[in-house]
């Protein structure tokens, strides 16, 4: 099947390859070196993907088994020679289950969930959790609140940098079903306010602090409202394990998943389940991105809890 970016990649880590190591080997050795380079690499794949414990050494090749990505186990095959410093010569992916040629594909047939983080940014866990998602091909909505973003613009800009979706949680965690519509006006505008100076742009969606709304609320919002299916309860266990637990033992196909990216065993939590997440075949995106790959459109006035195929 054709490929163009990935193709496209495989060619630029040539390049690299050919650059300064080719240079090197170049006059004794002539297109010699590089063949041996290439055979040696597919062949050490090879054999870290028969290996029991997903890696392989020999020589100056070392491959290794190092992430579970999108539908696919990721396998990076490293070489290292007298003259060069390790460098990577090609990252391989073998799809297991899906029929998709590229991690950051999206099969609109296979399992997806949205991870979604409320109260933050933090300027450590955020990060610590933005880190995993990137390295696994995925993407979650932080709802942030206002007074968080006023302090933490970088966290912000790495929040947009990294593909994932920012929501509104009002300024200061306001219940906005017991205040008058001017107020509610403002506890909104100023959290767009602060995302706007650090992305250029507004907010996508709208999570009411404590999940609470009513119809006049949800008439007089500009943006559609999203709560959640899968309840971690992060914030009463602390506790990384039960959080994991929390998701993996109930996670199904079209959950919106709750948590709150201020706790440090929150983003341990996350640490931890991406992975397994990604192993059992689960593409993990924002809500947003969710809603377009299952063909549903999110209307303003309404509210969504989840995507369940047979469900709206
Ligand atoms: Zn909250």
Redesign the pocket.
Known sequence: MMNTPRIQRIKEKCKGLFGPSYQKHRSDSGLLYPGFVITVTLLSIFLAQASPNARWNGWDFHAERNATVNKAIQYTAQYKTPLTETGELLTHYRFESFGATDPDEVDVNAPMIALTF??GPNPSNTARILDVLSANYSHATF?V?GTNAEQYQDTLKAISAAGCEIGN?TYN?ANLTTISADEVAEQLEKVNRAVKKATGESTTVI?P??GAYDEDLLAQLDAPVVLWDLDTEDWSSRDAQKVVEAVLTKVKDGDIVLM?DIYESTAEAVEIMVPKLKEQGFQIMSVSEMAEYKGKSLELGKAYGGFESSAQ
Do not use: C, T
Request: hydrophobic share 20%; proline share 10%.
């Open positions: 409320d109260d709802f609140v949680h965690h999570r602090p404590y709150h």
